[in-house]
């Protein structure tokens, strides 16, 4: 059987938490239910007004008071954990002043319960109209439906409201969400339910009544509102890849890359143009298969893929080398018509760089065409982030990618391809992927194709990523092969 939390949250409540313990519907709550109040270092008799109410409760009730006060947020944070560690399997919030009907918190259940749903939202904007009825303020009322409004265009979301104080969570929800990084202030609301959605929890709605009397509100409107509106913008830009917040670097690891093939002037789609009708192709590090699929079917060419990571779905239908490119070098695979590294040697330490290169130079002679791209580190936003803010923010996914343990600029690139020995034919700039980010549509095309004129005017400032072709120069023990063939073939003559 299922086991179920009222979580009550209250401070200076001593006048509405009896009211509350009073209106429960105890008949009608599920059989294994219980109840946790956490009083947030109240400074009146919240605490001895909940001993006396819990007195008469007909369900186990436990009762604890902070030393100091941890915030709304805060105070959440202890009862979520408590319905954790406790082996709860959904819980309940509401709140000690009373402003949230008790009496449907076996309705807030239901959903999860029956599996419907990982959280539940009472919502007061479902009914708008009731909301005014209630006695919502005017202000609050515009300035819920308006921050709502933002926040669903911001996040990709469609809730009636985000603002609500009564909820339930699924704790396996909770359990999978670091809501222990979220604010200790009122928008941890808002923080929770970005994390929720970004995980796939399945949302429901039911719509509650409102009902304002004398309780004190302890929130600052606009702190809140912008408050409320900063983390949207964090979600959207560790998303992106732009800046980075850890509470909101929770997306599943296989969605932190996407192929950039078929948009304009990407790194995927130069490369491919480089690429020889027919060739017998490396592609080291590519085992999402993006390029190796495209080079098969539009260049009829053959593709050997050499990762440690396969994609799993669908099958890769191209020869593959399981290697551990942090530590280990392609060896014995044979001569390339093109070796293609592509966003992988910033991912490796300068020393396995060199060991990667030069193995490959080894390998392959000096009609063998390498194509290489890197982001470029001396981007014009990196550049004043880093001027104004001093830091380097590191994210999912882009230049800073918080996987990257070397960074470059055109000139590091050149110097290292110089140092293990690679003539340079061509350097070629891409424009930042605004479609990947911002969506397809004429004004991101018409953004990119003015960003990729820049890029080739200014390519330090304006490049995003660089891609630079080169043979290998031949090897000294190659050379001196040839003397010696050289010179046996003219004592022959002799």
Known sequence: M???????????????????????????????????????????????????????????????????????????????????????????????????????????FSPIAEGKSDLVLGSRMMRKKDAITGGMPLYKWIGNQVLTWLENRILGMNLTEFHTGLRAYATATLKSIPFQLNTDDFHFDTDILIQCHRIGARFFEIPIPTRYGD???????????????????????????????????????????????????SSHSQVLDIVAQGSKVLDVGGGNGWIADEIN???????????????PEPPLRHRTVSLNLASEVPQGLGA?????????????PRAQQTRLLDGL????????????????????PLRAVFFFLGQLNYGRRGILDDTHAFLFTRKSL?????D???????????????????????????????HAFLARLFPSLFAYQIILEAKPLPTVGRLLAQSIRHSESLQKQV
């Not at 109840?35 to 947030?40: A, M, N, Q, R, S």
Request: net charge neutral; hydrophobic share 40%.
């Open 297 to 311: 079917n539009k260049k009829n060419g053959e593709v050997t893929i050499v990762d440690q990571f396969f994609r």
């Open 2 to 108: 299922k086991k179920f939390l009222i979580f009550i949250v209250s401070f200076n409540a001593e006048r509405h938490i009896a009211s509350v313990f009073s209106r429960i519907p105890y008949a009608w709550l599920p059989e294994r239910t219980e109840l946790l109040l956490i009083d947030d270092a109240s400074k009146d008799a919240t605490f001895s007004v909940s001993q006396e109410a819990a007195k008469n409760c007909p369900i186990k009730c436990t009762l604890l008071k902070n030393p100091v006060n941890l915030g709304y947020g805060g105070n959440q944070k202890l009862g979520y954990e408590f319905a954790i560690t406790q082996g709860f399997d959904a819980v309940v919030l509401i709140h000690g002043d009373g402003q949230y009907a008790p009496e449907l918190i076996p309705e807030m």
């Open 215 to 265: 309780e004190v509100c302890h929130v600052d409107g606009w702190k809140y509102f912008f408050s409320c509106l900063r983390s949207c913008v964090r979600d959207w830009m560790t998303q992106k890849g732009i800046f980075y917040c850890r509470r909101f670097d929770i997306a599943p690891p296989q969605t932190r890359y996407e192929s950039k093939l078929g948009l304009e002037s």
């Open 414 to 418: 050149r110097e290292l391809l110089a």
């Open 420 to 450: 293990c020995g690679f003539r340079i034919l061509s350097v070629r700039y891409t424009p930042p992927p605004y479609e990947l980010a911002l969506g397809v549509g004429n004004p991101w095309r018409a953004l990119t194709r003015a």
């Open 361 to 380: 130079r080894q390998e392959q002679d000096e009609n063998t065409q390498f194509i290489i791209s890197v982001p470029n580190t001396a981007f014009l």
């Open 336 to 348: 390339f018509d093109a070796v293609l590294m592509l966003d992988i040697l910033e991912h490796l």
